[in-house]
């Protein structure tokens, strides 16, 4: 099969590495891809060309695929989702994998979500939609301002506004709503209750009527340690959590995926691709905070580590709808991945510096770099973004995967490069 994968971040790294593994896979392009990718080869010796098409140029990306007569095209960032891509290649008869813009509205629409999960019983916080700045200051009074203010839609990871007092509260909704900080993604609000407690990721994989559970994962969202500093895209992973045992895992799965189905089918949603639910494990149960239609990055790094299966088979199952013939098979052992950032991130950074140490970090055992922002330079490879690596590493436990991981980072260099020495630590 022919396979043309959207995107140009390490999650994407993550997804042609394991997808070149297949058997199944004859050829495959990435668009645009990065400095990592266009290293990456498949089984068969074939190198994977990166094509310079951006992730949002649907008109491009429609004509490369009928060009090139791919099989299955794989999307990686909510964006193209949000913009109907899937519905436009369906239209031309193409098959992609991923959910259509109506199901991509569990991403690129907060108010959507929050009215789904009332609807049909989905564990999440109290909260209130609005377009009012005077109705939604009400609500958040009644919070006592402990709440999370955040714009409806897609908003670059930077809508959502977390406050513990009245003036706070006041000033997110005033910076969404009036201000209109994020535009017209900010011209109606979802406030939610302030949830303490521990945040984990989960996935899982839907072919529109089965959803498969994956383990859980954790983010380290903010830029430093300790959790301190501004939110990032995600600045480190790993790979099972202790937090949920297997039947905790399932009983969760269960409270929010038996809905969250039902609810698709009463709805006349057929979501083919990721639901990915970011949780809050608090006194009082597990609570969505929200949903994404996607993988997650850096989620995706540790996952497809641990993956057993050939993911082209099950990619597939999710576009055909037959996932249910198909059991997902985890590595037991743990997977580790630190985010290398350029300094600055996430306000602005410098792009062009060279990056050292590559080889030798690779060829530790059991570790890979999956490339996120970066370039090449001539025979260099240079930063090109912010999150600019993100050092893989697995181990039979998470002590020794984290061990394995810094072991890799140590080996690297760039100037300004930024990262979190505590990735995994609330774990052990
Ligand atoms: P979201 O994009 O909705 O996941 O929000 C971004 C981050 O804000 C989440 O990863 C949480 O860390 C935090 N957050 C969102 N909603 C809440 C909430 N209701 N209570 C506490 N923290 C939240
Ligand atoms: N890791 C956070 C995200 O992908 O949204």
Redesign the pocket.
């Known amino acids: 099969m022919k396979i043309l994968v959207i995107g140009s971040g390490g999650r994407e790294h993550a997804l042609v590495w394991k997808l070149a593994q297949s058997r199944h896979v004859t050829q495959m392009w990435c668009t645009p891809g990065n400095a990592g990718i266009s290293e990456e080869r498949l089984a068969s010796g074939e190198p994977i060309s990166c094509v310079n098409i951006g992730a949002e140029d649907l008109p491009r990306l429609l004509a490369f695929a009928q060009e090139k007569k791919a099989d299955l095209t794989v999307v990686g960032p909510d964006n193209p989702l949000a913009l109907g891509i899937v519905d436009l290649f369906q239209q031309h008869g193409l098959r992609i994998w991923g959910p259509n813009r109506k199901a991509a509205q569990f991403e690129s629409s907060?108010v959507f979500s929050q009215n789904f999960m009332e609807k049909y019983g989905i564990p999440t916080?109290r909260a209130g939609t609005f377009s009012d700045a005077a109705k939604a200051r009400a609500f958040a009074a009644s919070l006592n301002g402990y709440?999370?203010v955040?714009a409806d839609g897609l908003a670059l990871?930077k809508?959502?506004l977390?406050s513990r007092s009245q003036s706070e509260a006041d000033r997110a909704i005033d910076e969404i709503l009036v201000s209109k900080a994020f535009g017209s993604a900010g011209a109606n609000i979802v406030i939610?209750?302030?949830?303490?407690g521990t945040?984990i990721s989960l996935h899982a994989l839907c072919d529109g009527k089965t959803a498969k559970l994956f383990p859980t994962a954790q983010?380290h969202?903010r830029a430093l340690e300790g959790d301190q500093g501004l939110?990032t895209g995600g600045m480190g992973t790993y790979s099972p959590t202790p937090f949920l045992n297997e039947s905790q895992l399932a009983a969760v799965g269960r409270a929010i995926l038996d809905p969250w189905l039902a609810g698709c089918a009463a709805e006349g949603i057929d979501f083919h691709g990721i639901i990915y639910p970011?949780i809050?494990l608090t006194p009082a149960g597990p609570k969505v905070?929200?949903f994404n239609a996607r993988f997650g990055d850096p989620e995706t790094q540790v996952y497809l580590t641990r993956l057993e299966n050939d993911l082209l088979e099950l990619l597939d199952a999710s576009v055909s709808g037959t996932l249910h013939k198909f059991e997902m098979k985890w590595n037991p052992m743990s997977s580790v991945c630190v985010v290398m950032a350029s300094g600055g991130y996430p306000g602005s950074y410098a792009k062009g510096t060279a990056i050292s140490g590559l080889e030798a970090a690779n060829g530790l055992p059991h570790t890979k770099v999956f490339h996120a922002g970066t370039a090449r330079s001539g025979k260099q490879i240079v930063t090109n973004g912010g999150r600019v690596l993100g050092v893989t590493a697995m181990g039979t436990d998470l002590k020794s995967a984290q061990a394995a991981a810094y072991a890799a980072v140590e080996q690297i260099h760039f100037e300004g490069a930024q990262f979190r020495r505590d990735i995994a630590r609330k774990a052990l």
């Open positions: 907060k916080a709440c999370a955040k990871g809508g959502v977390l939610q209750e302030l949830l303490e945040e983010d969202k939110n970011g809050m905070l929200e």
